[in-house]
């Protein structure tokens, strides 16, 4: 199994590293165009928020997988997690809000311990629980096989990554034997309801590109994965999200290594949409990191580039101070914005 | 010129009108349009591109086609065999001009 860019002592772990080559292109080759810039000549700039639709908390870096896109440098190695106190902290700070949905990201969020006491009492404040879970944390061990039936009493929302329909591109990305592993759990999920008609148990698919290219239109591959997956596995799944890879951690790593970064760099600001760019998910979305700290999205938190607003903090939470902030922006918001855009929740254009 | 093929140049494509543009303007539309979804899909019009970018040997096509297939999500061997088929109507209309050989050895020939 890989190891984590930090495990490697890798520089590109460090957040300010990233950003350090993220904005060279500006400086030296200077034909990429800044990213505030763009939105400037889209009439976006500052980019504002509108009123928060979702909370994404991220509940720690720890995962059973080390995928070589992962943005959030996760894997078994990495030991931040969140605690049941942050929790509280999250649970104080909604119960002040009307946000309707909150979304568990991790690492595997259902590995930390306090994960399921945590959906409980989401659950008990009446919001929408999504989670991403990795399919394989559902088979790598007993104590998880129950997972999707605990998932269907709380009418969690469930949202996975599988890259491809195919055994070959996805453990390319995200090591050997996930798609097996993958293609149980789904079977699993199947079997209590979850993407079955009718259920109103929703499990979407997220697809990202295995390379250093975009994703195509998302309705004709989410058909492709239907076909498939329905004839090769008897799986069935409600949406496909077809995500951008954004060249953050480890999937900047990857570009780099692999001799890709200003290409692909360049295609996506010759896609900058401004569109996409008015639809960014940040507009709606505010992020928790594992300890606490406020940002406007994930790939934010993990270049440690928290909200321009006094309160950086979730115990310090204030929804008013919030609407008033700028989001913050650096190069890598290239890839929220180019062809019909990308965001957790799929396209956006 | 270093090279008679830049790989960089293929970003130059649209500049074509600099010289020509009502041309260019017509023939961008045209493409835009050819590879629409339509009768067929673009996933299905992307695969035929890639095949004939090897029967016509354009390394800019291949280039543009392997990223545009993989994008809509195309698998290596569909590509693959795509390529093959180029290359079996680029064999066969070879091959089949051996009859005309065969016409002609046999209308020479005792």
């Not at chain 2, 830049?6 to 649209?14: E, I, R, W, Y």
């Amino acid at each position: 199994m890989l190891k984590s860019l930090k495990a490697t002592g890798n520089q590109l772990a460090d957040p300010a590293f990233q950003l350090t080559v993220l904005r060279q292109d500006v400086a030296e080759a200077g034909h990429l165009p800044r990213f505030a810039d763009k939105l400037a000549g889209a009439g976006l700039w500052p980019l504002r928020p509108l009123a928060p639709a979702v909370l994404q908390i991220n509940v720690g870096k720890m995962c059973n997988q080390v995928c070589k896109h992962c943005h959030v440098d996760a894997g078994p190695d990495r030991k931040e997690i969140m605690t049941r106190e942050t929790m509280q902290l999250c649970l104080n700070a909604l119960a002040q809000t009307d946000i309707p949905t909150v979304d568990l990201t991790g690492g595997a969020p259902e590995m930390n311990p306090d994960f399921r006491w945590f959906v409980e009492q989401l659950s008990a404040l009446g919001r929408q629980v999504l989670v991403r879970c990795n399919l394989t944390i559902i088979v790598a061990n007993k104590k998880y096989h129950d997972l999707p039936e605990f998932f269907r009493r709380h009418g969690v929302e469930v949202v996975s990554s599988l890259p491809f329909y195919s055994a070959d591109k996805t453990d390319r990305q995200r090591g050997d034997g996930v798609f097996a592993d993958s293609i149980r759990a789904l079977q699993m999920l199947n079997a209590v309801g979850y993407g079955q008609p009718g259920s109103g148990l929703v499990l979407n698919l997220v697809y990202n590109p295995a390379g250093a290219f975009m994703p195509g239109p998302q309705a004709a591959l989410e058909q492709q994965f239907k076909r498939a997956l329905s004839k090769d596995f008897g799986i069935a799944f409600n949406s496909l999200f077809a995500i951008t890879n954004i060249p953050v951690s480890r999937f900047l790593d990857y570009l780099i290594e692999s001799k890709n970064y200003a290409g692909y760099m360049e295609k996506l600001v010759t896609a900058f949409n401004p569109t996409a760019a008015a639809g960014v998910m940040c507009r709606n979305t505010l992020s928790v990191s594992w300890d606490g700290g406020l940002y406007d999205c994930d790939f934010n938190q993990m270049l440690e580039l928290p909200v321009a607003s006094p309160a950086r903090h979730i115990r310090d939470f204030d929804a008013a101070a919030l609407a008033q902030r700028a989001i913050v922006v650096n190069q890598h918001c290239y890839g929220c914005t180019a062809g019909a855009g990308s965001s957790c929740g799929g396209t956006t254009a | 010129m270093d090279t008679y093929y830049n790989p960089a140049d293929l970003k130059k494509f649209g500049n074509i009108g600099e010289f020509q543009k009502e041309f260019a303007d017509k023939f961008f539309a045209y493409y835009g349009a050819v590879f629409a979804e339509g009768a067929l899909t673009a996933r299905e019009k992307s695969l035929i591109a890639l095949a004939v970018a090897h029967a016509v040997q354009c390394p800019y096509c291949i280039d543009a086609y392997s990223a545009d297939t993989l994008e809509k999500g195309c698998t290596e061997p569909e590509m693959m065999e795509a390529v093959h088929v180029a290359a079996a109507i680029r064999g066969g209309a070879t091959l089949v001009h051996g009859v005309q050989m065969m016409n002609k050895v046999k209308e020479l020939s005792m």
